[in-house]
């Protein structure tokens, strides 16, 4: 009896290697790995024309491209398509659409497609140390100095405790302290400037003195993130991808420093009413690709950009679920990703359970979010989350 395997491929490294372990040759599996793959782009709000082009293309190369009615009504003023195919057809209908003058725009934005989603190793330049991610998935420790955050709120307020408990996580194996003086827990409203400097600047100060770890700053506000970075902060994390105070661009471009840009669905204190998206991925995708446009603009390096996609900031359990579980569309943006669900509201909707009481669902959310493609975790239990990273990392380089 013949036994029969169906192999999970999910990258050209992964293609080669089983094609070599058949016995062809270096030629053979050059013109092989592209059909090992197979892709299904949704390119969205395309004229029904540029659709049937696309279609039609297609099906001469053996793809296909799904279409609604108004795929098919050439008078309608816009349609959605689904295009399906291996890696090496794509490759020929963008090489296809090249000869079209007004289709060239959509065939380069294929090509930078699948140079971004290609992408899995990114370097990240901080002050006084270099990350290579993608070789292992880094720690991000949350160090909160705030009075109401949702999870730790008040443990660690004292400066003296929370100068002590960032050595702890330094200790346990963190990448990266991240710190925050304001709580954007659902509902909270905006903190005062100077409140907020009070808050972070003697812990960062205390801290970049005492470990080469970075540390990060937690905040939307340019001259906080601008004071930081002067007392020691080496990143910027900015909950509001960039969104609410533009001046925070060019902040980080003038130190050239690392920025984290997330998606929040409104502010904080109304994130979590009414929450309803039309297209979850593309809402999500459009506003991060804007706040990339405009970091970039402002003169930050594209390799020192990160993204977020901001699981439980203005997102429904369900929302959460799918983020998570499809982390990996957010290669698109050709960024490293970064994922927090420590303690989060939707685990402890799923297990019933107060924000101390969520560590279990934590770390599973953790190990699902690196098999996905995350490249960074956002926890507040460091040691925890490192051991729990350690084993789904080695899952995901497993070969054979």
């Known amino acids: 009896m013949n036994l029969i395997r169906c192999l999970h491929i999910t990258d050209l490294k992964d293609a080669i290697r089983q094609i070599e372990a058949v016995g062809v040759d270096p030629t053979g599996i050059e013109l092989m790995r592209g059909k090992t793959l197979h892709f299904n782009l949704k390119v969205e709000g395309i004229d029904p024309r540029t659709a049937n082009i696309l279609k039609q293309e297609m099906l001469s190369l053996g793809g296909d491209v799904a279409l609604d009615g108004r795929g098919l009504d050439c008078s309608a003023q816009s349609t959605d398509g689904l295009l399906m195919g291996s890696r090496k057809q794509f490759e020929k209908l963008i090489q296809k659409l090249d000869s079209y003058p007004h289709l060239r725009q959509i065939g380069q934005t294929l090509r930078d497609t699948f140079q971004n989603i290609s992408k899995s190793h990114f370097t990240l330049h901080c002050r006084r140390r270099t990350f290579h991610l993608g070789e292992r998935t880094l720690l991000m420790g949350v160090l909160n100095i705030t009075p109401d ?158 993204v977020d996609p901001g699981i439980g900031f203005g997102k429904t359990l369900e929302d959460n679920l799918l983020l998570i579980k499809h982390l990996s569309e957010f290669r698109i943006l050709g960024k490293p990703i970064l994922l927090g669900t420590s303690r989060k509201s939707f685990i402890g909707k799923i297990l019933d359970a107060q924000p101390d009481q969520r560590l279990e669902g934590t770390l599973s959310s953790i190990a699902i979010g690196v098999l996905n493609g995350a490249h960074i975790i956002r926890s507040h239990d460091v040691l925890q989350a490192k051991r729990a990273i350690a084993v789904a990392d080695a899952i995901r380089r497993a070969e054979g």
């Open 149 to 306: 955050s949702f999870s730790d709120g008040g443990l660690f307020f004292d400066k003296t405790k929370a100068i002590a408990h960032g050595l702890k996580m330094v200790e346990e194996g963190a990448d990266i302290i991240d710190i925050g003086g304001e709580s954007t827990r659902p509902g909270s409203k905006p903190l005062g400037l100077e409140e907020e400097l009070r808050r972070v600047l003697p812990v960062i100060e205390a801290l970049s003195k005492e470990t080469e770890v970075p540390i990060s700053i937690d905040t939307y506000k340019s001259e906080v993130a601008r004071r930081a970075i002067e007392a020691g902060a080496e990143i910027i994390n900015d909950i509001s991808g960039l969104h609410f105070d533009p001046e925070l661009a060019r902040v980080a471009a003038k130190e050239n420093t690392p920025v984290v840009l997330m998606h929040i669905r409104g502010t904080p204190e109304t994130m979590q009413k009414d929450v309803h998206y039309g297209s979850l991925f593309s809402e999500i995708i459009a506003y991060l690709n804007e706040g990339i446009r405009r970091v970039e603009s402002a003169g930050v390096a594209p390799e020192q950009i990160v």
